[in-house]
């Protein structure tokens, strides 16, 4: 379970559908945001702009509640990158 979910959700959903732009730690970042038809999936791939790192999670909605599935990375670097990232407008 995710500590303070909601606000984790919150900030998820506050992030603009399609590829955008932003900061997080003051690096640049390129991320793109996808959600379902039905809105019960959703994901998000970033890409360090001139880095390395990359951030990729699946967000499942169930009748039980959220499910976060980071893609091979710890789940608090997904939950702090969404937390944290800023979106920059072009």
Known sequence: MIPDLDSFLARYDALPLGSFEGLYQNLRYGVTRTASPDGKRGWLYAEELGGA?????????????????PCEMPKQKVIDFV????????
């Open 53 to 69: 790192d990359h951030i990729s999670l699946n967000l499942y909605r169930l009748e039980s509640g959220a499910k976060l599935n």
């Open 83 to 90: 937390l944290g990232l800023d979106v920059q407008d072009k």
